[in-house]
């Protein structure tokens, strides 16, 4: 009890309070604006930290985190363009929402299950940091493959349309994944002689290019001459009885974003696709998914930002990063003088607790400061059209090139906007592409790595139990549409009889 009063004691602080306020609105700022995203937010913080005690560094680095993490949805909503990928998921339905005149009640929705996803994920952070780290610590390569491999199964739910389209795309999004330097041999590959190319393709101007340019182009393209004027989308808070509704999917996918999230180098990004894959399999309402339904908007928002608090158990329980962001914020507790791994508990119990109330303090902060910002972001729908995607391109350009300050990216964006523009003329789903290609890279290296590890048997995968589980899970939701499709055509001949 002394250790959480001395907490809320530093974070009285004036100068910390203050850090924490500017770092969580700086983050949601950063994460709105396509392109940027929260490792930017956090290098860009890391000169500020030398001048900066441990705790004001801390909870400045855990505002723009989570902040930035949440952020990234406004842009997804308001103009079907991911702040940062781990939005990827949002536009789903968040963009829907908005065509539809409730972009204010989709942005209430995206800030109450942020705000809840990171308050449960911070719950489970203090109560089982411990033993999700060791449970984290289990996961080999094997089952890496295995998740992956579940993972891909939203292929199907987001492709009930046309399923072979669906699949073709994300092998799409799987080819592209592998297209640099082999990171087992180091060979490069599928780069045609172009040193730009053997880098790889970056996430950020293929998934801005994909989405955003490709929306521009659409736009542009669709010959409307009495278009519909844009009005004032605000701000709405669901209802405490909707949101209690849907308790189920928040704390689900919280769960499920702080479980990813305990797991090593895996993600927000696979977190919420691996979330809205679920919500669209379990959800009463997922017929409606991809049309504007809250229950995705929230899976996706409930897990990314869950994922902040989730990563923090590997990076400060083992002193491994839980993902590229908290690589960042490691190399910022190091300056401070401070070791994360299993001895920080021992050595610093005050700190430890510190970070623990900060992640409560920061995503109630982040709940009460994105009503007052969301709002600001949305007057931009109020411009004309044309000036609105001059905007959009002039976003998505700057965004992209501040990355790396690489021509080459802004190629990227390019060839992949176009890319998606001729997809969607061709009527096929853009989502299966990101997922292929958020999950590639992490299914092609623990695939191979397990074969190394079994002396190239692949019956080995099955000795595992947590892999075995996930097989299982795996091939059972994909027989689930098959035997559920069977049933209707089953029941059409009794349908007639009566």
Do not use: H
Request: hydrophobic fraction near 55%; charge should be neutral.
């Amino acid at each position: 009890m002394d250790r959480i009063l001395n907490a809320l004691a530093m974070l009285a602080s004036p100068q910390i309070f203050l850090m924490m306020l500017g770092g969580t609105a700086a983050g949601i700022i950063i994460g709105a604006l396509p392109g940027l995203g929260s490792i930017l937010a956090i290098t860009l913080a890391l000169p500020l930290t030398l001048v900066l005690g441990p705790e004001a560094s801390i909870i400045l680095l855990l505002g723009l985190y989570c902040g930035s993490v949440y952020g990234g949805s406004i842009s997804a909503i308001v103009i079907n363009t991911p702040g940062t990928p781990q939005s990827a998921a949002t536009l789903f339905d968040g963009y829907p929402m908005m065509l539809r005149g409730e972009g204010g009640l989709a942005l209430g929705w995206a800030t109450t299950a942020s705000a809840i996803g990171g308050l449960v994920s911070s719950v489970v952070l203090v109560l089982a940091a411990p033993l999700l780290a060791r449970f984290g610590l289990k996961f080999g390569p094997v089952e890496y493959f295995a998740l992956g491999l579940f993972a891909l199964t939203c292929v199907v739910a987001v492709s009930q349309d046309d399923l072979l389209k669906g699949v073709l795309a994300c092998l799409i999004g799987l080819i592209v994944a592998t297209i640099g330097q082999d990171p087992l041999t180091g060979d490069i590959r599928l780069a045609f002689s172009s040193f730009d190319l053997s880098a790889g393709i970056g996430l950020v101007p293929f998934l801005v290019g994909l989405f955003a340019l490709s929306e521009v182009l659409w736009r542009v393209s669709e010959r409307n001459t009495d278009p519909k004027p844009i009005g004032k989308v605000g701000f709405q808070l669901p209802s405490l009885r909707e949101i209690f509704r849907r308790k189920g999917v928040i704390l689900k996918s919280a769960m499920i974003g702080t479980w990813i999230g305990a797991l090593p180098g895996i993600g927000a990004t696979a977190a919420s696709m691996v979330s809205y894959a679920e919500a669209r399999r379990t959800s009463p309402n997922r017929a409606k998914f991809g049309t504007g339904e809250p229950d995705g908007l929230i899976a996706s928002e409930a897990a990314n930002n869950a994922v902040t608090s989730g990563a923090m158990v590997p990076t400060l329980a083992l002193g491994i990063p839980g993902d590229p962001i908290t690589a960042v914020m490691l190399g910022a507790l190091v300056l401070q003088g401070v070791t994360p791994g299993p001895r920080l508990f021992l050595d610093s119990p005050d700190l430890v607790s510190f970070i623990f109330i900060g992640l409560f303090v920061v995503n109630i902060a982040m709940f009460f400061l994105g009503a007052l910002i969301c709002p600001i972001f949305t007057r931009i729908l109020r411009m004309p059209e044309p000036l609105l995607l001059a905007m959009v391109v002039a976003l998505i350009a700057v965004g992209t090139f501040t990355i790396s300050y690489s021509p080459f990216d802004l190629l990227i964006v390019l060839l992949a906007g176009l890319a998606g523009f001729f997809l969607r003329l061709a009527a096929f789903p853009l989502a299966p592409i990101v997922i292929g290609y958020v999950l590639g890279g992490m299914i092609e290296q623990s695939l191979r790595q397990g074969l190394i590890l079994y002396d190239g048997n692949a019956l080995g995968f099955f000795e595992r139990p947590i892999s075995v589980t996930l097989f299982i899970l795996t091939v059972a939701f994909l027989a689930l549409p098959v035997l559920r499709n069977r049933k209707k055509k089953r029941a059409v001949p009794v349908d007639n009889l009566s």
